[in-house]
């Protein structure tokens, strides 16, 4: 992330008008990520990861691999993409790769979806 950032400001340090050396700017960048990580320690930054977590990232996530294994399994057809794999990195799938994405995963993944919605209804009904 340092890397990321830095990166980007010593690219565009000139257009930006920033006259630090590289040094600097990646000690300023790993500065204001220490003082946002001491933030995250606090009481406050626990309730605000478990806020994130509960609302944001649980049930998209979980939906989002479930709709992504139905569309590749059953709408799109899973012999081009295996070419394309193969044609884009020169390696093969895995044999079991096919039958575990269109029978295994889409249940487990629609369970757990159905689970943490669930859960996130039982969180708010105790509020």
Known sequence: ??????????D?????GINLKPEYIRLLIFISIFLSGVFLY?????????????YTTVIPVLL???????????????????RKVNELTGETTPALFYP??????????????????????DFLGNK
Not at 1 to 10: K, P, R, S, V
Not at 42 to 54: E, K, M, Q, V
Not at 70 to 79: D, E, G, I, R
Not at 100 to 121: E, G, H, M, N, R
């Open 100 to 121: 575990c994405l269109k029978l295994i995963d889409p249940p487990i993944l629609f369970y757990l979806f159905l689970a943490s919605v669930f859960d996130l209804v």
């Open 42 to 54: 606090t009481r406050a930054g626990f309730y605000f990861i478990s806020l994130y977590d509960t």
């Open 12 to 16: 565009e340090r000139n257009e930006i």
């Open 1 to 10: 992330m340092i890397e990321a950032g830095a990166g980007y400001f010593e």
């Open 64 to 82: 989002g691999g479930f709709l992504e294994c139905v569309v590749f399994t059953y709408k799109f057809n899973f012999l081009k993409l295996e």
